[in-house]
Structures are given as C-alpha cells and as structure tokens.
C-alpha cells in the first residue's frame, strides 16, 4: 500500500524567512511518481511540480525548489524568502506507475502561515 | 479553457436524501477521479475511472455511486445522505502520459443535516 507522510501539521513563519516542507512516502513500486500541490485559501488546488522515480535531480523554480532523495524517501519543497501569498495547504501526493491513473495517494497537508 | 466544472459549488442536504454532484472536463482526458477532503485529513480517493464505462473503487468508495458513460462526464451520486459525507468534493481528470498531472475542479463543499 502507498502511503505519503506530512509531518508538519502547521508551520508558521515571518515574512522573508526560509521554509521547508516536508514529504515521506512509502510504495513498493519502483516506477512511480511524487506531485506538490498548493491549496490557497480561495481552495482550490494548483498544480505546482512532479518528479518521477528515476529522477533525482533537485529543481528551482524561481523562489521554490524541491529536493528528492529516494535513499530517505523523501520528496522536500522549499520556499526561499516566503511572501504572504505564500500562505496556504501544501499537499505531497504520490501515484504510481500510471502516473495517478487511477488516483493520488495524498499527505494530510501542511498548513502554511507567512505572517507579515 | 473550462478545464474540470463541478457542480454545484455548494449544497446542503438532510440526512437520507440523495444528489448527484456533478463534473465535467473538456481536455478529452481518459482518466477522472473523484476526492473528499476532510479536515486533518487530506484527500481520499472515493472513485476513479480510466475510460467511458469503466469504473472502480477506491479508498472509501461507501455510500457513493459512479458511472462514465461518456469521456467528458463522471458524476457522483450520494444515495442516501449521511452527516459523515459533509465534506468537500474534488473531481480531477487527467490525459494517459504517465508524467501528466491531475487536474482538478474548484470543488463542491456539501453539508449534510
């Protein structure tokens, strides 16, 4: 069975600080797939990155960056110099080899606070 | 650029009514799904299909109904209302490449009474 673990319940930070949310997962698949979405307050859900399993290199996308290391099963989103636009839930999800044909396991979520 | 419509955006219903909720996609995607998300509990997958007539479980498909009948259409039917349904529900589609992401509806949040 997958499983996908959000340790973080809540973070809150001030504006400007560094923020790192964490993601572990558990499959037996070795072909499978770890996707980060975001849950502003308005509620819906953007899509912000995917990484499949034979790809371990780390991405940067201007103030966000993922790192993934299957060796600790973790699949880890920064956010550099948060803004208040930031806040939001952060959900790590996984799916497998169909790529979530058939559905994303998802974390619980990780509440996310930038207080100015 | 509709993408994934869900409706209605909001309902309350009294116990041991039914209703079907409502989605459809215009991105000619094979594959949708339907999601409840509860608070403290993330998304949980109810129902998903990979193609027009197939369906299948998922992990909590009880009291829940689905069919796809067509490629743009996956309905969810409620068929006897329970206090433990109140949530909010996500359908989401996708396209066959296994690196395509799952798109989502904006989601119907649904009280039950």
């Known amino acids: 069975a997958q499983k996908v673990t959000q340790a973080q319940t809540e973070i809150s930070v001030v504006e400007k600080e560094d923020v790192t949310l964490d993601c572990v997962y558990e499959t037996r698949d070795t072909t499978y797939y770890l996707f980060w979405y975001k849950q502003p307050p308005s509620g819906e859900l953007v899509f912000l990155i995917r990484r499949n399993s034979f790809d371990e290199q780390n991405e940067i996308s201007g103030r966000y960056s993922w790192n993934f290391q299957k060796s600790t099963s973790s699949f880890n989103f920064t956010i550099t110099a948060s803004q208040v636009v930031d806040s939001a839930v952060y959900f790590c999800?996984?799916?497998?080899?169909?790529?979530?044909?058939?559905?994303?396991?998802f974390g619980k979520g990780t509440h996310l606070i930038i207080q100015p | 650029n509709a993408g994934v419509t869900q409706t209605p955006k909001f309902q309350v219903l009294k116990t041991g009514q039914s209703m079907t909720l409502q989605c459809a996609q215009d991105?000619?995607?094979?594959?949708m799904s339907w999601y409840r998300q509860d608070p403290g509990m993330g998304l949980r997958l109810i129902h998903y299909s990979v193609g027009a007539g197939i369906t299948d479980q998922g992990e909590v498909p009880n009291g829940y109904n689905v069919s796809r009948s067509t490629t743009e259409d996956f309905p969810l039917r409620l068929l006897s209302a329970a206090p433990s349904q109140t949530s909010v529900y996500f359908c989401?589609?996708?396209?066959?490449?296994?690196?395509?992401?799952?798109?989502f509806g904006d989601g119907t949040r649904l009280s039950i009474l």
């Open positions: 989401a589609s996708k396209s066959r490449g296994q690196w395509q992401p799952q798109h």
């Open positions: 991105m000619n995607h094979e594959y």
């Open positions: 999800a996984l799916g497998d080899s169909g790529g979530g044909a058939d559905g994303l396991t």
